[in-house]
């Protein structure tokens, strides 16, 4: 292999993600390095709502295409966006080592409780509203930083939610008019493969994952996918699940938040942990 395309979205973020994961190939394998930049219906349809069109494979699926007809060899996605099964003939080849997978409250400055939150995340609103009961909230889209400059600057609401991976990765560490408050997992269950940047490729592509990619990561976010696959049924279903060193972190709609001890062995059979925690759940028939 002499040269890799990477398709790749071109908002900040994901350009940010992209060339993380070009300077890994480029500097483990030696492979000069082309990006594709392509538009995805997510992007195309800024007015959607995620709430009710449904976010999984809306970044997605035009990526894929790219690999499927050979435009692309790689690419790259946030693992939170990738829909649980993988299309036919593509493969997650790994993962780049995970950033911080707290979410956080980006809160205008001087108010101490917001009264109404800008997310369009089922999960994110109603672990805010246990903390914030007399909170409205409102749906926000757009890349980073329109949605810091929609609470610190144009005020369409006391406060939002990102990721602080993303944050991390764009170099924000602070934004004018606003206060960020990182949100421990006691409060807040990070949606599953949050802060995980995902390698995507075609199933014969044989790179030298060993070297190339997180195998730590890969494990926690196996073991999580587990869970909502099993669980699957809305995808609009208000679901987080964390792993974490020794714990587990659990939120879903018609249980709350939830948290186990965790042991080395179990996070490596992924679908019989997934299966024996969530029959202790009360979910059966999974
Ligand atoms: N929902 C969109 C999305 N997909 C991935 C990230 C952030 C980076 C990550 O979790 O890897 C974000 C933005 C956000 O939730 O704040």
New binding site residues.
Partial sequence: MKKLTIATRKSP?ALAQTNMVAARLHEVLGVEIELLTLVTTGDKQKAWSLETKG?KGLFTKELEEALLNGDADVAVH????LPGDQPAGLKIAGYLPRADPRDVLVVRQGIEEPRTIATSSPRRRLQLGMKYPHAEFTEIRGN?DTRLRKIGQDGVADATV??A??LQRLGIGSWPGVEFRVLGFEVMVPAVA????AIQSRLEIDFDSAELFDRDTAVAVELERAFQTKLEGGCQTALGVHVGRDTLWFFHEQIGLRSFPLSADEQFTPVETASNMLSRLGFYNL
């Fill in positions: 973020l976010g946030s693992a939170k966006d980073v990102l990721a991976a993303g949050q802060a995980a940047i």
